[in-house]
């Protein structure tokens, strides 16, 4: 089997083999580990450092390239949601499930970089400008799928209703996404575009810093959530199988 | 006369930003494996019972 078929049917059959360790999954963590060291060379040695801000700039190189990636698996986590309700097969609530836990870890990271940036910049942890509160809304509304989902028993229901709201749930990223770019009173900079009238610590981006953001962005967007949406897929078909087993005793 | 432009020295903030980060990232793959391992366990000794 090719390396690319191999990871087509691991990543959506729950019944692919969870003994072995597919190729194709070694092969793309270990690509990941090397294109996210070789992004962080890139924006300590090439990047260059942002005069008014100092270091503390090239955090964005994460805190933007972690919400591209939330934004992906959340993503997947709608697509996941639909074909559950269009086939009713608990394989693709698995990916949904997956791809919300992944990304929901990077809507954290999204979250405490940001705080981190504000420190010196804005001289405040927090403040409750539109796109924090959208921020703060986005990842609270995800983590309340979880307590959704180990709140109902029966699986048809928890998936279905699972599956309904990581699509709604869908709305909040969205709304994160464009609220910088339709409330004028925002203080958050857009990194990419024109930042709204009253932004504060935005930063003019040379050459070099968007070559830099655009690779992260890359990386972080598609390898990062891949992987671990894979590698999280892998444990919901051991856990059906386990499932499975344990059904089959009870039988006896 | 041209006077330099201080660079601010914010490497802590920056530093604090990458140690949040590793943290969550190592939630969320220490999760994953935890929850591996701990499946695994369990088949072995279902399928120990099961025989």
Known sequence: ?252 | MQTAQVIPDTTAYLLLGLGVTALVMMAIIGRIWLRWMDLRNDEAVLHDLDV
């Open chain 1, 1 to 252: 089997m090719s390396v690319s078929a191999q990871a087509s049917s691991h990543l959506i059959d729950p019944g692919a083999e969870v003994n072995s360790r597919p190729r194709a999954l070694i092969v793309l963590t270990i690509v990941t580990l090397i294109l996210t060291a070789v992004g962080v060379v890139l924006w300590i040695a090439y990047a260059g450092v942002d005069v008014m801000q100092g270091n503390v700039q090239r955090i964005f190189y994460i805190h933007v390239s972690s919400f591209a990636g939330a934004f992906v698996a959340l993503g997947g986590g709608v697509v996941g949601g639909f074909l559950y309700l269009w086939k009713r097969a608990p394989k693709w609530d698995h990916f949904a499930l997956s791809c919300i836990e992944v990304g929901f870890g990077l809507s954290l990271i999204n979250l405490f970089t940001g705080m981190v940036w504000a420190r010196p910049i804005w001289n405040t942890w927090w403040t409750w400008d539109p796109r924090l509160t959208s921020a703060a809304i986005q990842t609270l509304t995800y983590a309340a799928y979880f307590m959704l989902r180990t709140g109902i028993e029966n699986p048809d229901t928890r998936r279905r209703l699972a599956s309904v709201y990581g699509i709604l749930a869908f709305s909040t990223v969205v709304i994160t996404f464009i609220i910088i770019r339709i409330r004028p009173d925002t203080i958050h900079p857009a990194v990419i575009g024109a930042s709204p009238q009253n932004a504060e610590g935005g930063f003019e981006l040379s050459s070099s810093m968007l070559a830099t953001l655009s690779y992260t962005m890359i990386v972080w967007s598609v390898f990062v959530p891949m992987v671990l949406v894979w590698w999280r897929i892998r444990v919901e078909n051991l856990n059906e199988r386990v499932n499975a087993l344990r059904a089959q005793i009870l039988e006896k």
